[in-house]
C-alpha cells in the first residue's frame, strides 16, 4: 500500500490566485523599471496602442525563458503580473503587435535597445575608458516549415535565417543584430554593420580603445576600411588563397616561436608583412599521429591584424574569439530559439527583443549580483529568476514570499537591494 506521504498521493489543485510563477522575475523589473524599457518603448516604437507594455511583455517572457508567444502566458498565471510593474499582454495581442513591424520599426527597436544599453552602461555595467574587444559573428537561426518568409538553406544546409551578431568579449552581451534572409553570406552588410556598432558602443559611453575580432567570413577590404576609418584596431582571420599561402611559404623555418597549444600536438606562430601595413600572424600545428609520417604535415591558421604587441600574445588573442560562440548559445537557449512569425520583419522585431531580454539577464548579473566576466544565462533563471514565490497584503504593503532555505537566498537579497537603489 502506498504510504501517505507518496507523490500519488498528492491531491493537485491550481486555485492559488496569489501564487507568483518565475517570482525571481522581480529582479528584472526593478532593472527594467530603473531604466525605463516601457516608457522609452511607449515613446520610441510607433505602433499603438500602448507598444510600451507590449515591448515589455515580449522582453520579460524571453528572460523566463519564452520561446514562442503562446510561452509569454506564464506571465498572467496566478499574481506573476504583480511583480512585473506593468499589465501583462494576451499572447493574441502580442502576435497582431509583431505582425504589424516594418523594418522601420524594428529599426526603432534597434534604437531602444541602444538607449538601454547606454543606461545601463552608465549605472555601471559599461567599460568606461578601458579597452573593449568586440566579436563579429553570424549565425543560423533555424525553422521549420517552408511557410517563413525570408527563411532559405544557406551555407550550411540548415532552413532558417542569418542574424550577423556583435558581442562583447568580456561579458557577453550582445551590443548589436542584424536580422537577414537565409541566403544571406556571412559577410553581406558587414562594412555597415561595423560602422553601426561602433558608432552604437561610442554613442552609449565606450570611449577606451576598441578591438574587433571576426572570422574569415568577414575578411573584406570595406570591412578593414571602415575599422580604420573609426580607429578601431582589428583582428580578423585570412582565408587560405593563393597570396596568403605564398606569404607563409616565405616564412623561413628559425622564424617559428613554439607555442602551447594541446595536450595531443604542437604548435608553433610567427608572422609577416602583408599587403598594405597588415601584419599576418600565422599559427601552424602539427597534431600528433600514432603513425608518424615520413614528413611532418602542418596545419596553417593565419588573420591579418593591424594592432600592436608580439605574434604570440596576439594569436592566443585572437583564438578567444571563439567567446562570441558562448553568447551565442546563451541567445539561442533564450528567445533566438525560435522565430515564432511567418513575417520577415515580425521575426526581426523578436531577434531584437531577444537581444534585449539577453543583456537584462547580463545586466542584473554585472549590477546586482556584482558578477565580473561571462555568465551563464541558464544558471542565472535557475538561481535566482526560476523560483515560486507568493503575493500578500498587510497594512496596505505588497509582500513577495520566497521558499525558506533557498541556496541563493542571501545573494538574491542582496542583488534586490542593488538593484533598488540605482540612480539613473
Known sequence: MPSSH?????????????????????????????????????????????PGRRVATLVHAMVAGANFIDDADV?????????????????????????????????????????????????????????????????????????????????????????????RADTGEVLHIRFRKGSAGSGRGAERFVRELVGRVRRAGSSGPLTLRADSGFYSRFVIKACREHKVAYSITAPQNSAVKRAIDAITE??????????????????????????????????????????PTFRYHAFITNREGDAVTLDADHRRHAV????????????????????????????????????????????????????????????FLALPGRITRSARRRQLHLPTKWPWAEQWTACFGRLCSLRI
Open 6 to 50: 507518496s507523490p500519488s498521493r498528492l491531491s493537485v489543485m491550481f486555485d492559488d490566485d496569489h501564487a507568483v510563477a518565475d517570482a525571481g522575475l522581480a529582479l528584472v523589473a526593478v532593472l527594467s523599471e530603473k531604466l525605463g524599457l516601457e516608457e522609452l518603448a511607449q515613446e520610441l516604437v510607433d505602433i499603438h496602442p500602448f
Open 75 to 167: 506571465l498572467r498565471s496566478g499574481a506573476t503580473a504583480e511583480v512585473l510593474g506593468h499589465r501583462v499582454m494576451a499572447p493574441s495581442t502580442l502576435g497582431t503587435f509583431l505582425r504589424r513591424f516594418s523594418f522601420g520599426h524594428v529599426r526603432q527597436l534597434d534604437r531602444l535597445a541602444e538607449v538601454l544599453l547606454t543606461r545601463a552602461w552608465s549605472a555601471g555595467a559599461g567599460p568606461g575608458t578601458e579597452a573593449m574587444t568586440i566579436d563579429i559573428d553570424s549565425t543560423i537561426a533555424p525553422v521549420h516549415g517552408d511557410q517563413k518568409q525570408g527563411a532559405a538553406f544557406g551555407y550550411t544546409k540548415v532552413l532558417g535565417y542569418h542574424p550577423l551578431l556583435g558581442t
Open 254 to 295: 628559425d622564424a617559428w616561436t613554439p607555442i602551447d597549444y594541446t595536450d595531443n600536438g604542437e604548435a608553433w606562430v610567427s608572422e609577416t608583412p602583408y599587403g598594405d601595413s597588415h601584419r599576418l600572424v600565422v599559427r601552424r600545428t602539427k597534431l600528433a599521429d600514432p603513425q608518424p609520417a615520413l614528413f
Open 324 to 383: 562570441v560562440e558562448l553568447a551565442i548559445r546563451d541567445l539561442k537557449d533564450g528567445g533566438l530559439a525560435h522565430c515564432p512569425s511567418g513575417n520577415f520583419s515580425a521575426n526581426g522585431a523578436w531577434a531584437v527583443l531577444a537581444t534585449i531580454a539577453h543583456n537584462l539577464i547580463r545586466w542584473v548579473g554585472a549590477l546586482g549580483l556584482k558578477i565580473t566576466g561571462p555568465l551563464v544565462a541558464k544558471t542565472i533563471r535557475r538561481r
